[in-house]
């Protein structure tokens, strides 16, 4: 699978910006890290593709990948019911030294 195809678009919501900018400095059990940036991903990549995939293509270091399914909603149009698709959301933790420019 391309790199180009695990990462589909970046998503940018109000609590997505809010986790951008939050950076948090290194205590004596947990390292530092810089903010959380939320990606829509295809369904069947995997936690070390993605850190992949967002390393090659935005150059920066990856600390750690946190992956969600998101199940489609049902609808009706007139008499019709249909569903909405099934995507899957990736939220990557950067280290410290290191932000993408989204927004």
Do not use: C
């Not at 790199?3 to 390292?31: D, N």
């Not at 810089?34 to 993605?50: D, L, N, Q, R, T």
């Not at 990948?65 to 019911?81: F, I, Q």
């Amino acid at each position: 699978m391309d790199i180009y195809q695990v990462v589909r678009q970046p998503l940018v919501t109000e609590k997505g910006t809010h986790q951008s900018q939050q950076s948090f400095r290194a205590t004596k059990t947990k390292r530092a890290r810089g903010g959380s940036f939320a990606f829509e991903v295809h369904p069947e990549a995997s936690k070390a593709i993605i850190k992949q995939a967002i390393e090659k293509i935005y150059r920066v270091r990856v600390l750690s990948v946190r992956t969600a399914n998101h199940k489609g909603k049902a609808r009706r149009v007139r008499y019709k019911t249909g569903k909405t698709a099934d995507w899957k959301k990736a939220v990557v933790v950067l280290h410290a030294d290191h932000h993408i420019d989204l927004f």
